[in-house]
């Protein structure tokens, strides 16, 4: 089955840890995104890639860093520079700009 | 910002009841998406109704689009207790854009 997969489902670290989230998609989609979501909020855009080895940066962007390496593959670091970076974060892609997209599951990240 | 806004942000309604939710919005749209989520899941795209569209109908889904009011609506007919989800509206504000501006969402509880 097609889809996008994001690992792990929950994830715990210590303040001042660096933390990778991945994200895999087999959808053949040239977009990923990357989205957090803290409780009663809409989802806020911190990285997105048109393709392969090019991303920009979106409204959130501080404290996170992204590489795109493989068309499937868009992982996500969560820094230590990140002031608050409890919350659930969700990797999207679309086949093309402004094309609806499709979401992994999530990841929701403590950190403690 | 040009994030959209659900309203009403809670809805309960019985089961066999329509559910009613409205998004505004706040400049002019290339199009206008519905997307649900599943508690603890990753958002599910529902409809897509482009701003040349004023209508479109998707099994028990109806999605409304003004754009003179810069408001859109989303109905579900004959509701059932799996409906149970929070809402989201993401507008799409030019062709070519990478950023969906997503909305608060609206907190659906569907009574069996």
């Known amino acids: 089955d097609g889809g996008i997969t994001q690992s792990p489902k929950y994830l715990f670290r210590k303040e001042g840890q660096n933390v990778t989230l991945s994200c895999e998609q087999n959808?053949?989609?040239?977009?990923m995104y990357w989205y957090r979501q803290d409780p009663g909020q809409g989802l806020r855009l911190i990285y997105y890639s048109q393709i392969v080895n090019d991303f920009q940066k979106g409204d959130i962007a501080e404290g996170y860093s992204v590489s795109r390496e493989k068309k499937e593959s868009f992982p996500l670091t969560v820094t230590s520079a990140q002031k608050n970076p409890t919350a659930f974060y969700l990797c999207?892609?679309?086949?093309?700009?402004?094309?609806?997209?499709?979401f992994g599951n999530g990841t929701r990240l403590t950190v403690t | 910002s040009q994030q959209g806004e659900e309203d009403p942000q809670a809805l309960s309604i019985q089961e066999g009841e329509n559910a009613t939710m409205n998004c505004s919005y706040k400049t002019s749209i290339n199009n206008l998406q519905w997307y649900r989520q599943n508690s603890g899941r990753g958002l599910v795209h529902l409809i897509l109704?482009?701003?040349?569209?004023r209508e479109k109908h998707s099994g028990r889904l109806r999605v409304t689009l003004d754009t003179s009011k810069k408001s859109s609506s989303l109905l579900i007919t004959a509701s059932r207790a799996a409906d149970t989800a929070s809402y989201f509206c993401?507008?799409?504000?030019?062709?070519?854009?990478?950023?969906?501006?997503f909305g608060t969402g609206t907190r659906l509880t569907v009574i069996p």
């Open positions: 999207a892609s679309s086949i093309v700009e402004s094309s609806p997209l499709h």
């Open positions: 959808l053949n989609h040239d977009a």
């Open positions: 993401a507008t799409d504000v030019s062709p070519g854009a990478n950023n969906l501006f």
């Open positions: 109704i482009r701003s040349n569209e």
